[in-house]
Protein backbone atom coordinates (compact mmCIF):
# COMPACT_ATOMS: atom_id res chain seq x y z
CA UNK A 1 0.00 0.00 0.00
CA UNK A 2 1.14 3.69 -1.01
CA UNK A 3 2.68 5.43 2.27
CA UNK A 4 1.49 9.33 2.65
CA UNK A 5 3.11 11.68 5.60
CA UNK A 6 0.80 13.56 7.54
CA UNK A 7 3.57 16.44 7.82
CA UNK A 8 3.12 17.92 11.06
CA UNK A 9 4.19 17.27 14.20
CA UNK A 10 0.86 18.88 15.77
CA UNK A 11 -1.00 15.87 18.00
CA UNK A 12 -4.24 17.16 17.36
CA UNK A 13 -3.67 17.93 13.47
CA UNK A 14 -2.27 14.41 13.19
CA UNK A 15 -5.66 13.10 14.79
CA UNK A 16 -8.28 15.23 12.83
CA UNK A 17 -6.18 14.42 9.04
CA UNK A 18 -5.74 10.92 10.11
CA UNK A 19 -9.79 10.69 10.59
CA UNK A 20 -10.57 12.64 7.75
CA UNK A 21 -8.58 10.33 5.44
CA UNK A 22 -9.37 7.18 7.27
CA UNK A 23 -11.40 6.03 4.30
CA UNK A 24 -8.95 6.02 1.70
CA UNK A 25 -6.52 3.31 0.64
CA UNK A 26 -3.47 4.48 2.16
CA UNK A 27 -0.48 3.98 5.14
CA UNK A 28 -0.73 6.62 6.86
CA UNK A 29 2.48 8.42 8.73
CA UNK A 30 3.45 10.77 10.58
CA UNK A 31 7.04 12.13 12.06
CA UNK A 32 7.28 11.04 15.07
CA UNK A 33 6.18 7.33 13.84
CA UNK A 34 8.80 7.66 11.58
CA UNK A 35 11.50 9.07 14.31
CA UNK A 36 11.90 11.87 12.22
CA UNK A 37 12.86 14.95 14.18
CA UNK A 38 12.18 18.27 12.02
CA UNK A 39 10.93 21.45 12.73
CA UNK A 40 10.60 23.76 9.83
CA UNK A 41 9.95 27.30 10.21
CA UNK A 42 7.19 29.29 9.15
CA UNK A 43 8.12 32.37 7.89
CA UNK A 44 6.06 32.57 4.56
CA UNK A 45 4.09 35.57 4.46
CA UNK A 46 0.94 33.70 3.48
CA UNK A 47 -0.94 30.35 4.18
CA UNK A 48 0.56 29.21 1.20
CA UNK A 49 3.82 29.52 1.69
CA UNK A 50 3.82 28.05 5.34
CA UNK A 51 1.79 24.73 4.18
CA UNK A 52 3.96 24.35 0.71
CA UNK A 53 7.25 25.26 3.03
CA UNK A 54 6.56 22.56 5.43
CA UNK A 55 5.34 19.92 2.67
CA UNK A 56 8.26 20.19 0.61
CA UNK A 57 10.72 19.50 3.90
CA UNK A 58 8.95 16.77 4.54
CA UNK A 59 8.64 15.15 1.07
CA UNK A 60 12.06 16.08 0.40
CA UNK A 61 13.38 14.06 3.77
CA UNK A 62 11.02 11.17 3.30
CA UNK A 63 10.82 10.58 -0.27
CA UNK A 64 6.93 10.83 0.13
CA UNK A 65 4.03 12.46 -0.73
CA UNK A 66 3.32 14.22 2.07
CA UNK A 67 0.04 16.53 3.17
CA UNK A 68 0.66 20.05 5.35
CA UNK A 69 -1.21 22.48 6.24
CA UNK A 70 -1.29 26.17 7.65
CA UNK A 71 -4.47 27.19 9.80
CA UNK A 72 -5.35 30.34 11.08
CA UNK A 73 -8.05 32.05 13.20
CA UNK A 74 -8.99 35.45 11.21
CA UNK A 75 -10.85 37.86 13.76
CA UNK A 76 -12.59 40.94 11.83
CA UNK A 77 -12.54 43.30 14.60
CA UNK A 78 -8.79 42.95 14.56
CA UNK A 79 -8.14 43.52 11.05
CA UNK A 80 -7.78 39.71 10.57
CA UNK A 81 -5.53 39.11 13.25
CA UNK A 82 -4.11 36.54 14.47
CA UNK A 83 -4.11 35.42 10.92
CA UNK A 84 -1.11 34.01 10.30
CA UNK A 85 0.04 34.04 13.40
CA UNK A 86 -2.46 31.96 15.33
CA UNK A 87 -0.09 29.45 16.90
CA UNK A 88 2.63 32.24 17.93
CA UNK A 89 -0.39 35.25 19.04
CA UNK A 90 0.91 35.56 22.73
CA UNK A 91 4.44 37.87 23.78
CA UNK A 92 4.60 35.16 26.31
CA UNK A 93 7.56 32.29 25.78
CA UNK A 94 6.17 29.09 25.47
CA UNK A 95 2.54 29.75 25.45
CA UNK A 96 0.53 27.26 26.13
CA UNK A 97 -3.21 27.03 23.93
CA UNK A 98 -4.61 28.61 26.98
CA UNK A 99 -2.34 31.61 26.74
CA UNK A 100 -3.06 32.46 23.37
CA UNK A 101 -6.71 32.34 24.06
CA UNK A 102 -6.07 34.46 27.05
CA UNK A 103 -4.20 36.51 25.10
CA UNK A 104 -6.61 36.98 22.30
CA UNK A 105 -9.77 37.86 24.91
CA UNK A 106 -7.53 40.70 26.42
CA UNK A 107 -7.19 42.19 22.97
CA UNK A 108 -11.11 41.82 22.33
CA UNK A 109 -12.62 42.92 25.69
CA UNK A 110 -12.04 46.93 24.40
CA UNK A 111 -14.45 45.80 21.36
CA UNK A 112 -18.22 45.76 20.81
CA UNK A 113 -19.47 42.19 20.04
CA UNK A 114 -20.12 39.94 18.13
CA UNK A 115 -16.47 39.37 17.32
CA UNK A 116 -17.34 37.64 13.72
CA UNK A 117 -14.25 35.40 13.17
CA UNK A 118 -13.60 32.39 10.89
CA UNK A 119 -11.12 29.49 10.54
CA UNK A 120 -9.06 29.24 7.76
CA UNK A 121 -6.95 26.18 6.50
CA UNK A 122 -4.69 25.68 3.54
CA UNK A 123 -3.32 22.44 2.69
CA UNK A 124 -0.31 21.52 0.62
CA UNK A 125 0.27 17.93 -1.13
CA UNK A 126 4.03 17.74 -1.79
CA UNK A 127 5.69 15.03 -4.06
CA UNK A 128 9.26 14.05 -3.88
CA UNK A 129 9.28 15.42 -7.59
CA UNK A 130 9.06 18.64 -6.28
CA UNK A 131 5.23 19.30 -7.25
CA UNK A 132 2.60 20.89 -5.10
CA UNK A 133 -0.93 21.54 -4.37
CA UNK A 134 -3.31 23.30 -2.92
CA UNK A 135 -6.74 23.36 -1.70
CA UNK A 136 -8.32 25.45 1.24
CA UNK A 137 -11.54 25.65 3.79
CA UNK A 138 -13.15 28.47 5.63
CA UNK A 139 -15.38 27.91 8.62
CA UNK A 140 -17.08 31.02 10.17
CA UNK A 141 -17.94 31.53 13.63
CA UNK A 142 -17.88 34.06 16.17
CA UNK A 143 -15.51 34.27 19.52
CA UNK A 144 -17.31 34.30 22.79
CA UNK A 145 -15.63 35.07 26.23
CA UNK A 146 -16.12 31.73 27.98
CA UNK A 147 -14.68 28.69 26.88
CA UNK A 148 -16.64 26.09 26.44
CA UNK A 149 -16.30 21.97 25.16
CA UNK A 150 -13.32 19.71 26.13
CA UNK A 151 -12.48 18.93 22.48
CA UNK A 152 -10.03 20.09 19.78
CA UNK A 153 -7.41 22.60 20.50
CA UNK A 154 -5.75 25.77 19.79
CA UNK A 155 -8.74 28.26 19.85
CA UNK A 156 -11.54 26.03 19.60
CA UNK A 157 -13.20 26.44 23.08
CA UNK A 158 -13.52 29.84 21.79
CA UNK A 159 -14.75 29.83 18.57
CA UNK A 160 -18.52 29.60 18.33
CA UNK A 161 -20.13 28.12 15.48
CA UNK A 162 -23.69 29.92 14.98
CA UNK A 163 -25.34 27.74 13.11
CA UNK A 164 -25.50 24.85 15.29
CA UNK A 165 -25.06 26.44 18.49
CA UNK A 166 -21.42 24.76 19.56
CA UNK A 167 -18.09 25.69 19.90
CA UNK A 168 -15.94 23.94 17.82
CA UNK A 169 -14.35 22.32 20.80
CA UNK A 170 -18.07 20.92 21.75
CA UNK A 171 -18.33 19.12 18.51
CA UNK A 172 -17.34 15.54 18.11
CA UNK A 173 -14.89 13.90 15.87
CA UNK A 174 -17.24 13.29 13.35
CA UNK A 175 -19.42 16.54 13.66
CA UNK A 176 -15.98 18.03 13.15
CA UNK A 177 -15.47 16.15 9.78
CA UNK A 178 -18.55 17.32 8.53
CA UNK A 179 -17.97 21.30 8.77
CA UNK A 180 -14.77 22.28 9.78
CA UNK A 181 -11.89 24.28 7.73
CA UNK A 182 -9.56 21.18 8.19
CA UNK A 183 -12.17 19.06 7.12
CA UNK A 184 -12.67 21.43 4.10
CA UNK A 185 -9.58 21.49 2.59
CA UNK A 186 -8.47 17.76 3.36
CA UNK A 187 -12.06 16.17 1.74
CA UNK A 188 -11.04 18.84 -1.06
CA UNK A 189 -6.82 16.68 -0.93
CA UNK A 190 -8.45 13.51 -1.15
CA UNK A 191 -9.22 13.23 -5.16
CA UNK A 192 -5.79 15.03 -5.80
CA UNK A 193 -4.49 12.28 -3.07
CA UNK A 194 -5.65 9.45 -4.95
CA UNK A 195 -4.61 10.57 -8.37
CA UNK A 196 -1.04 10.79 -7.22
CA UNK A 197 -1.00 7.46 -5.29
CA UNK A 198 -2.49 5.70 -7.81
CA UNK A 199 0.07 7.24 -10.12
CA UNK A 200 2.84 5.96 -7.89
Known amino acids: ?25 VDLTT ?5 LNLMVTEDGSTYRENAAKKAISFAEITGLICLADDTGLEVETLGGAPGLYSARYSPQIDATDEDRRSYLLEQLKNHPQPWNAQFRCVCAIATPQGDVYFTEGICPGVIIPTERGSHGFGYDP ?18 KNKMSHRAIAVNQAIPILLELLENG
Open 1 to 25: MNRLLIATNNIGKQKEIRSLLRNIA
Open 158 to 175: IFHISTIGKTMAELSMSE
Open 31 to 35: PNELS
